[in-house]
């Protein structure tokens, strides 16, 4: 599992730089095509998604870096928040031709310790079957199938 948090290094995205990538862009990329599964926690932000984290997923478009790449999202606010961030979502994952999950783990700041690490047992369970579900997805692939495509 590789931790990446390249949101704040990646120029705005522009499709007249694709013939001479931006070397954060190339290395983000190369992260994504690299990867058997991606797990992407997405906050909602003013009912949709965060710029920074589009911008992002705009710069895998030309290089096809998830296509058809098993990705879970992980929506970790309180319940009933987070659909228009899911709704918006959808749409770009369907021009990225993902293979999406869908999952609502929600963590209050109250199961956290003063570091930010989660406290609750039961929620780092939750959180474990996630990622589970996401490698058996990935290793469902491994065996030539094409992943059936949901939206």
Same mark, same amino acid.
């Given at each position: ?11 705005h995205?522009n499709p ?9 862009v190339?290395r983000?990329?190369t ?18 998604i ?8 705009d710069? +895998? ?9 098993p990705v879970?999202?992980?929506?970790v606010?309180p ?11 959808e749409?770009?994952?369907?021009a ?19 570091s ?6 039961? +929620? ?5 079957r ?6 058996a ?15």
């Amino acid at each position: 599992m590789h931790l990446v948090d390249a949101l704040e290094s990646l120029p705005h995205f522009n499709p007249d730089l694709e013939a001479s990538l931006p070397e954060p862009v190339e290395r983000f990329r190369t992260t994504c095509t690299e990867a058997d599964a991606v797990l992407l926690a997405v906050p909602e932000y003013a009912f949709g998604i965060p710029g920074a984290f589009k911008n992002a997923l705009d710069w +895998t478009v030309g290089s096809c870096a998830l296509y058809r790449k098993p990705v879970a999202v992980l929506n970790v606010a309180p319940p009933g928040r987070g659909a228009h961030v899911q709704r918006s979502l959808e749409l770009v994952f369907t021009a990225l031709s993902c293979d999406v999950s869908w999952h609502h783990v929600p963590i209050h700041r109250s199961l956290l310790a003063d570091s930010g690490d989660i406290r609750d047992e039961r +929620t780092i369970s939750q959180l474990a079957r996630v990622v589970e579900a996401l490698a058996a997805r990935r290793h469902d692939r491994s065996d030539g199938a094409e992943p059936a495509l949901s939206a």
